[in-house]
């Protein structure tokens, strides 16, 4: 089957830097997605790793290590607005290309 | 813009009534996708469909059917609703291939009493 880990929590300060560790099991790897969910609101796709090493998008990066089954969300220059819960995503060959999500990560940034 | 639309935003329902649950995309995407979303959970995978009329088990199946008889609109089926059945609907889209970015509805708010 397929399992994703990530923390429930992070708390961080408004400007700093702040990283969403995921650890993943799969049967069939195709890349591991990133998606923000604002309470009340839908989850919003932010970035997608296919291959190893770090993909970078404004203040948001990530990063994919295939061989650890192993990625991570780094946010910088934290905003207020950055407040909201961050899911990791995984594809999985396993019976077409279904998306399996971790259980989410709750970032509280602090003033 | 992408759009996927739910036919509901909140629902309340009796435990035993048959519930219908629809999702319409507008950007002629192949995938679509059925999560319920519950605190502590994440999106667990309900069913999903890579084209019209195929559709592929999720990781929590039981309780639910779907059917996808037009390539725009995905609908979820609760044949005999219960209480453990209480919980957010997400509705999802995407293009075929790997790496494509999911679009997800508001959601559906559902409870069962």
């Known amino acids: 089957g397929q399992s994703l880990e990530q923390p429930s929590e992070v708390t961080a300060v408004e400007g700093a830097i702040v990283q969403i560790n995921c650890t993943y099991q799969t049967s069939g790897f195709y890349g591991l997605s990133w998606y923000q969910q604002h309470d009340g609101g839908a989850p919003t796709f932010l970035s997608y790793n296919a291959l190893d090493g770090l993909e970078e998008t404004g203040r948001f990066s990530s990063f994919l290590s295939r061989s650890d089954s192993y990625g991570y969300l780094l946010l910088q220059e934290l905003q207020m607005k950055d407040s909201a819960s961050y899911f990791c995503a995984v594809r999985d060959r396993g019976g077409g290309f279904k998306t399996i999500f971790g259980a989410g990560t709750r970032l509280f940034v602090k003033a | 813009d992408v759009k996927v639309t739910q036919s509901s935003r909140y629902l309340v329902k009796r435990t035993g009534e048959k519930v219908f649950l629809e999702c319409v995309q507008d950007?002629?995407?192949?995938?679509m996708f059925w999560y319920r979303q519950d605190p502590g959970l994440g999106l667990r995978l309900i069913y999903f469909?890579?084209?019209?009329?195929?559709?592929e088990k999720g990781d929590i199946p039981e309780g639910y059917s779907v059917s996808r008889e037009k390539k725009e609109r995905f609908s979820l089926i609760l044949e005999s609703a219960s209480t453990n059945q209480t919980s957010m609907y997400l509705c999802?889209?995407?293009?075929?291939?790997?790496?494509?970015?999911?679009?997800f509805g508001q959601g559906t708010r559902l409870t069962v009493v």
């Open positions: 999802a889209s995407s293009p075929a291939g790997e790496g494509t970015e999911a679009f």
């Open positions: 469909s890579y084209d019209v009329k195929m559709k």
């Open positions: 950007m002629d995407h192949e995938n």
